[in-house]
């Protein structure tokens, strides 16, 4: 079965540093999706960033940037310049061939000011 | 604006009842997921819909149910038969399957 693993569930930094989030996957497929999510205390789910398997660039939007590491099963989200407002829930999900997603625990983010 | 409508944002009922969560979009997408999220989880897909009039169980249907008779439209019922209920129900719509998701507001359901 595939599975997504977010082995930190929760983490704080101070505002305006640079934060990692960690997210491993178990596929044995070769074609498929990976995307965050951020869900603040509002707990709205919005969706960050996506990433294409076959593409070897990084995504990135904005503050937002990935490490996809396909050889290791590995998609890092990078935040950087870190402010108040990224305080939330993020979601690592993998798409499989069936188009269903599969979604990590969340890692709980906290930024100080 | 365009967007994913979820009512009501709080729903309580009794044990026994059978209880209706509205989802409405008007993006125009044709694909619709329904998600249940409990604390320290990840989301848990229950039913999806590629097409009006076809749907789906995804891996936790047992207790669900929905239709989809409209494009726009995509109701859940929590039946008596789901054990475990209360929780928070998240709703999506994307273009077609396979598209990334975008969420609405989500329900928080409680039964007692």
């Known amino acids: 079965a595939q599975t997504v693993t977010q082995s930190q569930p929760e983490m704080s930094v101070q505002e305006a540093e640079t934060v990692t989030l960690s997210c491993t996957y178990d596929?044995?497929?070769?074609?498929?999706?990976l995307f965050w999510y951020k869900q603040p205390p509002s707990r709205q789910m919005i969706l960050v960033i996506r990433?294409?398997?076959?593409k070897q660039q990084n995504a990135t939007e904005n503050r937002f940037s990935v490490n996809f590491q396909k050889a290791a099963k590995s998609f890092s989200l990078k935040i950087s310049d870190s402010q108040l407002g990224d305080t939330a829930m993020y979601f690592c999900?993998?798409?499989?061939?069936?188009?269903?997603?599969?979604w990590g625990a969340g890692t709980k983010l906290i930024i100080k000011p | 604006d365009g967007g994913i409508t979820q009512s009501p944002k709080y729903l309580f009922r009794k044990e026994g009842q059978n209880v209706t969560l509205s989802c409405e979009q008007n993006?125009?997408?044709?694909?619709m997921y329904w998600y249940r999220q409990d604390p320290g989880q990840g989301l848990r897909l229950i039913y999806y819909?590629?097409?009006?009039?076809?749907?789906q169980k995804g891996d936790i249907a047992e207790g669900y149910s929905v239709s989809r008779e409209k494009k726009e439209s995509f109701p859940l019922t929590v039946t008596s038969a789901q054990k475990n209920p209360t929780a928070f129900y998240l709703c999506?719509?994307?273009?077609?399957?396979?598209?990334?998701?975008?969420f609405g507001p989500g329900t928080r359901l409680t039964v007692t």
């Open positions: 999506a719509s994307s273009i077609v399957q396979g598209w990334e998701q975008y």
């Open positions: 993006l125009n997408h044709d694909a």
């Open positions: 819909s590629q097409i009006v009039n076809d749907f």
């Open positions: 596929t044995s497929e070769s074609n498929y999706y």
């Open positions: 990433q294409e398997a076959y």
């Open positions: 999900a993998f798409m499989d061939s069936n188009y269903q997603l599969i």
